[in-house]
C-alpha cells in the first residue's frame, strides 16, 4: 500500500503565502512524477503544478511565477511553495505521485486532500 499525506493549508489573506507538503510512505519501488491538482467549488480538478523525476516542471497558466514545486527525492516529499496568493486559489489541494513497481509499471496515488482558503 501507499499512502500520500498533505500538510500546509489554511487560511490566508490575498497576497499571502503558504507552502504545501505531501510526504508519500508505503510499498515504494520508485517514484516518477509528482504533482498538484487542485478543485474549487463547482469545477473541475485541476493540474497546478507537477515536477518530473528528472526535475523538469510544468505549471499551469494562472499560477506561473507564483508558485513553485519541488520535491526532496531522499524524503519521497513534494512541496508546493504558493506566494501573492488570490481568492480564486482557494480550492482543495491533492497531492499526487506515479509511483512505480518492481514488474515495470505505474500507477498514480492520491492524497486526501488539504484546504487552501485566500480570503480577506
Known amino acids: 500500500q501507499v499512502q500520500l499525506v498533505e500538510s500546509g493549508g489554511g487560511l490566508v489573506q490575498p497576497g499571502g503565502s503558504l507552502r504545501l507538503s505531501c510526504v508519500v510512505s508505503?510499498?515504494?519501488?520508485?517514484?516518477?512524477?509528482m504533482g498538484w491538482y487542485r478543485q474549487a467549488p463547482g469545477k473541475e480538478r485541476e493540474l497546478v503544478a507537477a515536477i518530473m523525476s528528472g526535475g523538469s516542471t510544468r505549471y499551469a497558466n494562472s499560477v506561473k511565477g507564483r508558485f513553485t514545486v519541488s520535491r526532496d527525492n531522499a524524503k519521497n516529499t513534494v512541496h508546493l511553495q504558493m506566494n501573492s496568493l488570490k481568492p480564486e486559489d482557494t480550492a482543495v489541494y491533492y497531492c499526487?505521485?506515479?509511483?512505480?513497481?518492481?514488474?515495470?509499471?505505474?500507477?498514480?496515488?492520491w492524497g486526501q486532500g488539504t484546504q487552501v482558503t485566500v480570503s480577506s
Open positions: 508505503g510499498s515504494i519501488f520508485s517514484i516518477n512524477d
Open positions: 499526487n505521485a506515479d509511483i512505480g513497481s518492481p514488474a515495470g509499471r505505474s500507477h498514480y496515488y
